[in-house]
């Protein structure tokens, strides 16, 4: 009897578990801090992912519940959220966790755990890198954005691009960007002038900028959180910097620096990886469309929506995964990941293997787009 | 060249500000011998007034940034009134961590009011610079720092022309005789604080439109003034002037002829080497000595 007992409470445990309770799927995202504008919109964007999913009957007959931490812009704090959502919550699936310095500091704990991560932001060639078989990234790394830049936009610039200066923040991400952007633009025989860095929270960055205007160069390249992005705006129009400025990193929200930088924001173009000024250019515009009448439905921020699709794509395949799998269990979900096609905002979500062989990471390859601000308003350049 | 007129325009704009921050912390840590570590936070509340009362609310520009720096003012003297007074006599350490404590519960406030999306000042001149050769400044930039130098002009008057600031001055230097004086102690250290805070509030104010206004912005605000301070010497008000814009100077010339990664860290740096080689600042009059 002393050994039956806690048999019967396991087993009443497991089958109540499975039939009533909700599938949880982990967030962390910086919700306050230097990039808390970015990761609430992407978090709003999971959070519309998740209704859109529940209304329609949920997954495996359950609902899905949404578990958010706010990581404070802070890879402690990241490491603090994971370790909460995967020995207190038990979740099956991570997404997270905007930054590559968070998202690197979440990542030995994946191995710990077991548990696979939806990747929606980071962009450090480092994420994918270093052999952790539990992260699917579906966010261009910086080397897949330059690439693609390459290919695709470098020639919509006239007069074309002959010398480049950089801007980048000091962090993984920035600098992954500068080294990433300079080897693309120099095989394609641009000169590279001045590469200027600045920590995530300085707000005066007349010093970089100074240094900038004397390199001479006709484009120079921001890659920094839309606050710090903002700034520098502003501050390039005050010091009258000869360069156009193009933002790579699609964390820009153009409306959002119409609002804010005003007409310093004017003639500054942006990569970007969802334009909702032209729904029909999306990829799946069906799907694309959903996700903005649900967004305005719930009554966020229309400049949030740039940024708020890589939740919404996220969720998609985490839910995906887990129909896939049949079950809500990590290595099962980290299995099926590898064979969803999820049609998301960005486009088609599947999975390659990239990192070192027998513990590859996944990565998806997105779709980017370029938009110019002119006289206040969101253009195709 | 060019580029070495633009590094020092640049530190001139922002040293004034540097300034106003640095004397509010040293005239408190001066008079009160408290660690204000809410600087940072009367900072962002100035800057959070300023958007509230120009933006939303639609105020005249000059009008909404002097009712910010009084909004600071009263919050200042709240704080003094509410969490200080009734620790006089307490050790330092208990003052430094309540004062901690005040820090991370306003700082934790404005974010549950305003979010984490940072908020734009709107402003009244002409965002088209001003350029004099190759060098180029945006008015509201000369604006922000006529407007420090008139507050420290200000400031500098009301301490050694008026009653007030002889009793401010003889309470900071010993304040049981001027209590004989018949000096109000307890008024002075309110005041003391309420203008303290005033200054940190009319810097928020001031670079608000410069710079955009998020829950955060204290944090690094405060570490600078106290940078500030301890060049110039804790408690002296002539060095923290002084000392605003030497951070100011080698910050931005750290940045434009070293590594501008290192920008923020060059100033800490700076202050390594003062506590270092001249611990007691580096204007400390000679003749203190214990």
């Known amino acids: ?381 | 060249m060019d580029q070495l007129l633009q590094h020092v325009l640049n530190a001139v704009v922002l040293g004034g500000t540097y300034a106003l921050l640095g004397i509010g912390l040293t005239l408190i840590f001066g008079v009160m011998k408290v660690a204000n570590f809410t600087h940072g936070e009367l900072y962002t509340f100035g800057a959070y007034m300023a958007y509230l009362l120009i933006g939303p609310l639609g105020l005249n520009f000059f009008l909404g940034l002097l009712i910010a720096v009084l909004l600071g003012v009263l919050l200042g003297a709240v704080i003094e009134y509410v969490l200080l007074r009734p620790l006089q006599g307490a050790h330092m350490d208990t003052v430094m961590l309540v004062m901690i404590g005040a820090w991370i519960a306003l700082q934790n406030l404005e974010l549950l009011t305003w979010g984490g999306v940072a908020k734009s000042v709107p402003q009244p001149f002409p965002t088209e610079p001003l350029v004099i050769g190759s060098v180029s400044v945006a008015p509201l930039r000369i604006f922000v720092l006529l407007a420090a130098l008139v507050l420290l002009a200000v400031f500098y008057l009301i301490l050694n022309r008026t009653k007030f600031g002889i009793a401010i001055r003889a309470t900071f230097q010993d304040p049981d005789v001027s209590s004989l004086m018949g000096v109000k102690i307890n008024q002075m250290f309110t005041l003391t604080f309420a203008i303290g805070s005033g200054l940190a509030a009319a810097a928020g104010a001031l670079l608000a439109p410069v710079f955009v206004v998020i829950p955060i912005m204290g944090d690094l605000v405060t570490l600078k003034a106290f940078a500030v301070v301890i060049l110039g010497g804790l408690g002296n008000i002539v060095g923290a002037t002084i000392g605003g814009f030497i951070l100011a100077l080698a910050e931005e010339f750290g940045a434009g002829y070293i590594d501008s990664g290192y920008r923020d860290a060059i100033g800490f740096i700076l202050i390594i080497l003062v506590l270092l080689l001249k611990p007691q600042g580096l204007f400390a009059p000679r003749e203190r000595t214990g």
């Open chain 1, 1 to 381: 009897m002393r050994k039956t007992l806690p048999l019967i409470a396991a087993f009443l445990s497991i089958t109540s578990a499975s039939a009533n309770e909700p599938i949880k799927i982990g967030m962390s995202q910086p919700l306050t801090g230097d990039i808390a504008a970015s990761g609430t919109y992407v978090a709003n964007g999971a959070k519309v992912a998740v209704d859109v999913v529940n209304r329609s009957g949920g997954v495996l007959g359950r609902q899905i519940q949404l578990i958010l931490e706010d990581n404070k812009s802070n890879p402690k704090e990241a490491v603090a959220t994971a370790e909460k959502l995967l020995s207190g919550d038990k979740v099956p699936v991570l997404l997270g966790a905007w930054g590559s310095t968070l998202t690197l500091a979440i990542m030995p704990r994946l191995l710990d755990y077991k548990v696979p991560m939806i990747v929606e932001t980071a962009s450090s060639s480092k994420v994918t890198n270093s052999g952790n078989p539990w992260i699917f990234r579906i966010s261009p790394p910086s080397s897949l954005e330059a690439k693609a830049f390459g290919e695709t936009l470098l020639d919509k610039f006239n007069p074309a691009i002959k010398k480049a200066d950089m801007l980048v923040v000091n962090n993984d991400w920035g600098r992954g960007a500068a080294d990433e952007f300079t080897k693309l633009l120099r095989s394609k025989g641009i000169e590279i002038g001045a590469v200027e860095r600045m920590t995530a929270d300085a707000t005066d960055l007349s010093a970089q900028l100074a240094k900038i205007k004397q390199a001479g160069g006709d484009t120079l390249f921001v890659t920094t959180s839309i606050e710090q992005l903002t700034l520098v705006l502003k501050q390039a129009q005050e010091q009258r910097l000869p360069q156009r400025i193009v933002s790579t990193g699609g964390a820009t929200a153009p409306d959002q620096l119409i609002e804010q930088a005003g007409n310093a924001a004017n003639g500054s173009y942006h990569i970007v990886f969802f334009t909702p000024w032209f729904l029909d250019a999306a990829p799946h515009a069906e799907v694309a469309r959903t996700f903005v009448d649900e967004w305005k439905k719930k009554g966020y921020n229309a400049a949030g929506l740039t940024d708020g699709y890589r939740g919404y794509d996220g969720i998609l395949t985490a839910v995906q995964a887990i129909k896939d799998a049949g079950k809500a269990e990590p290595e099962a979900i980290r299995q099926a990941l590898w064979n969803v096609n999820v049609k998301g905002v960005n486009g088609d979500i599947k999975f390659t293997k990239v990192g070192p062989d027998g513990s590859e990471s996944g990565q998806s390859i997105p779709s980017i787009f370029i938009v110019q601000i002119k006289d206040g308003k969101v253009i195709k350049p």
